[in-house]
């Protein structure tokens, strides 16, 4: 029975909110009663990869904490415009496995489609965040890219990525999935977001419904780090999304001062499930510049594996990997 007498929406309400995200990190810092002097060099860092936050996720910082791990995943600090040795602008060498049109085909049966290069929020260990989406035809139009992959008759699974495909509006989502549903030998869609995370409005009834009516089996992967960030109202909006048959499943990136700790996971973990998630791939940092503060050392994450299996039901442990270049799939902890 889908009761949706508390999540009646009103069908823009998401992209005002997207369009009032806050990009001025002094405007943040003085909102949460914190001192810019305190964040030396975020100016030259949010140059290079600009702020932004939603008013949703900003109200699940702490107020008055420089620390706050949901803060310190979307603040610029001086500390990404460090060089780092091994940290580089492409760490996955996607430019290799482009297919081009937006279309990265690196693993048997799955292309992954670059939909846009727009973001609800920026994670700043965002592998993607020296993408050169504005070179990119498949941004403008997707003619091209739907074009070869009905020239792809291996491709049983799409997944929508980007940037976040969910900043696409309904009506563009559905027409691509027109698109995509004609195409004879896709058998099943996968929609990777951080926007229900973000702005769990973006959840809307008419998205919800177009997912359900399609002959794709579909799931959606949503992309959450810590357990504060699962928060009302998107506990409705994903049963409501359950309940109309999307498999609902999470990665989280292991990010040093965020979630690695134990404790932080393992709560992470049973909250995805109180909301009806589970836990898919606990990824390793990819080395992108800007990024190497986020680092676990080997060691902790060895130690943090064998905590996870003992502390947690095997249905509740993510399965930890690295996106190693030029590898048939994601490389399991035992191998890299
Ligand atoms: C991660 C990824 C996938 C999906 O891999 P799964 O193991 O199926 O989740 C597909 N294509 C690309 C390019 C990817 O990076
Ligand atoms: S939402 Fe995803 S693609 Fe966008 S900045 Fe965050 S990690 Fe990167």
Same mark, same amino acid.
């Given at each position: 029975?889908?009761?949706?007498?508390?999540?009646?929406?009103? $069908?823009? @309400?998401?992209?005002? /909110?997207?369009?009032? !995200? &806050?990009?001025?990190?002094?405007?943040?810092?003085?909102?949460?009663?914190?001192?810019?002097?305190?964040?030396?060099?975020?100016?030259?860092?949010?140059?290079?990869?600009?702020?932004?936050?939603?008013?949703?996720?900003?109200?699940?910082?702490?107020?008055?904490?420089?620390?706050?791990?949901?803060? %310190? /995943?979307?603040?610029?600090?001086?500390?990404?415009?460090?060089?780092?040795?091994?940290?580089?602008?492409?760490?996955?060498?996607?430019?290799?496995?482009? +297919?081009?049109?937006?279309?990265?085909?690196?693993?048997?049966?799955?292309?992954?489609?670059?939909?846009?290069?727009?973001?609800?929020?920026?994670?700043?260990?965002?592998?993607? +965040?020296?993408?050169?989406?504005?070179?990119?035809?498949?941004?403008?139009?997707?003619?091209?890219?739907?074009?070869?992959?009905? =020239?792809?008759? =291996?491709?049983?699974?799409?997944?929508?990525?980007?940037?976040?495909?969910?900043?696409?509006?309904?009506?563009?989502?559905?027409?691509?999935?027109?698109?995509?549903?004609? &195409?004879?030998?896709?058998?099943?869609?996968?929609?990777?977001?951080?926007? $229900?995370? !973000?702005?769990?409005?973006?959840?809307?009834?008419?998205?919800?419904?177009?997912? *359900?009516?399609?002959?794709?089996?579909?799931?959606?992967? #949503?992309?959450? @780090?810590?357990?504060?960030?699962? *928060?009302?109202?998107?506990?409705?909006?994903?049963?409501?999304? %359950?309940?109309?048959?999307?498999?609902?499943?999470?990665?989280?990136?292991?990010?040093?001062? &965020?979630?690695?700790?134990? =404790?932080?996971?393992?709560?992470?973990?049973?909250?995805?499930?109180?909301?009806?998630?589970?836990?898919?791939?606990?990824?390793?940092?990819?080395?992108?510049?800007?990024?190497?503060?986020?680092?676990?050392? +080997?060691?902790? #994450?060895?130690?943090?594996?064998?905590?996870?299996? *003992? @502390?947690?039901?095997?249905?509740?442990?993510?399965?930890?990997?690295?996106?190693?270049?030029? /590898?048939?799939?994601?490389? $399991?902890?035992?191998?890299?």
């Amino acid at each position: 029975m889908i009761t949706r007498t508390s999540t009646t929406l009103e $069908p823009v @309400n998401w992209q005002r /909110q997207l369009a009032e !995200a &806050i990009s001025d990190p002094a405007t943040l810092l003085t909102s949460l009663g914190l001192s810019t002097e305190a964040f030396p060099g975020h100016e030259l860092a949010a140059k290079q990869f600009p702020l932004r936050v939603s008013q949703h996720y900003l109200r699940l910082i702490k107020h008055g904490d420089p620390t706050d791990p949901l803060l %310190r /995943q979307i603040l610029p600090l001086g500390q990404e415009n460090q060089v780092i040795e091994g940290y580089s602008n492409d760490p996955l060498d996607e430019k290799d496995a482009q +297919r081009g049109h937006g279309i990265l085909h690196k693993y048997k049966g799955r292309a992954l489609l670059i939909v846009t290069g727009a973001c609800g929020i920026h994670c700043r260990y965002c592998f993607r +965040r020296h993408y050169p989406y504005s070179d990119d035809n498949a941004l403008l139009h997707w003619e091209p890219m739907l074009q070869q992959l009905n =020239e792809m008759p =291996e491709i049983r699974e799409v997944l929508l990525s980007g940037g976040d495909p969910l900043t696409l509006s309904d009506r563009r989502l559905s027409s691509l999935l027109d698109r995509l549903e004609a &195409i004879p030998h896709l058998q099943r869609l996968r929609i990777h977001t951080r926007l $229900p995370v !973000a702005i769990p409005d973006r959840l809307t009834t008419e998205l919800i419904e177009r997912l *359900a009516s399609s002959r794709l089996h579909t799931s959606m992967v #949503i992309h959450t @780090n810590h357990p504060r960030e699962l *928060a009302e109202p998107l506990d409705q909006r994903l049963e409501q999304l %359950r309940r109309a048959g999307i498999t609902l499943l999470n990665q989280t990136v292991l990010l040093a001062g &965020i979630n690695d700790e134990l =404790e932080t996971l393992c709560s992470l973990s049973e909250k995805l499930f109180s909301f009806g998630v589970l836990p898919y791939y606990l990824h390793i940092l990819d080395p992108v510049a800007g990024s190497a503060h986020f680092e676990v050392p +080997r060691g902790k #994450i060895d130690q943090l594996a064998e905590q996870l299996r *003992a @502390n947690l039901p095997g249905y509740l442990v993510p399965r930890i990997v690295k996106e190693l270049a030029g /590898q048939d799939s994601k490389t $399991p902890l035992h191998l890299f």
